[in-house]
């Protein structure tokens, strides 16, 4: 059986790379197997059959025989350790591959989300000038660590893995605002993560449903 990812129909980026589906179709890319995309529409998410995948009513969901998983963290996991490629053979490297994991999801994107989440909601209001220094100022500092410890690696720990996957992810959520941009380091480290051919053909493909619209 061809596992199924589900993805938005109309995605709120309109196909620019940034909805969560799109980490799963890299990591599909990059251990390249095959899969079938099921598009769901914003009232679809919320119907019961996709609830019974996902109780939250989100995206994206992964579907394998009796395998039903849902959080791109967790699918992105279960990829990896089901298949060679993401993950160091060696135990302590593929430990420090999982920590950059939950580091991406847990550390990192939480202040990426907020500010980007104040954009959406509260840019109207009188208090969003000021909010804004203090969430960029919470991301820069998460930025900053991060491209200490990155220096003049290519990868973060080694060679390229799901930790690379999911934070260069993460921080492409923040290509709008040229915040990365001010760390040259982190900004090489997203440019050869999105040079690879995986990613080119997962950022197509999504891309492709936004233009079929």
Aim: proline letters at 6%; a negative charge; charged letters at 20%.
């Amino acid at each position: 059986m061809t596992p199924i990812l589900t993805a938005f129909k109309h995605s709120p980026d309109r196909g620019q790379g940034l909805a969560r589906d799109m980490r799963v179709r890299w990591a599909l890319e990059e251990l390249g197997l095959a899969y079938d995309v099921h598009l769901l529409t914003f009232e679809e998410m919320k119907q019961p059959a996709h609830l019974a995948r996902h109780p939250f009513g989100q995206i994206p969901t992964y579907e394998d025989g009796n395998v039903v998983l849902f959080e791109s963290g967790a699918i992105l996991l279960h990829l990896a350790e089901q298949h060679p490629g993401l993950l160091p053979a060696d135990t302590g490297a593929r430990m420090r591959a999982i920590t950059w994991m939950f580091a991406a999801l847990n550390t990192v994107e939480p202040p990426i989300v907020e500010r980007s989440m104040a954009w959406v909601l509260e840019r109207e209001q009188p208090w969003y000038a000021q909010r804004l220094v203090m969430l960029d100022e919470r991301v820069r500092r998460r930025l900053s660590q991060l491209s200490a410890r990155l220096g003049d690696a290519p990868w973060l720990d080694g060679d390229f893995s799901a930790g690379d996957l999911l934070m260069v992810s993460v921080l492409l959520r923040l290509q709008s605002s040229g915040i990365v941009g001010e760390y040259p380091d982190l900004a090489a480290y997203v440019d050869r993560a999105t040079a690879r051919p995986a990613y080119q053909r997962a950022f197509a493909a999504q891309l492709a449903v936004f233009q079929n619209l």
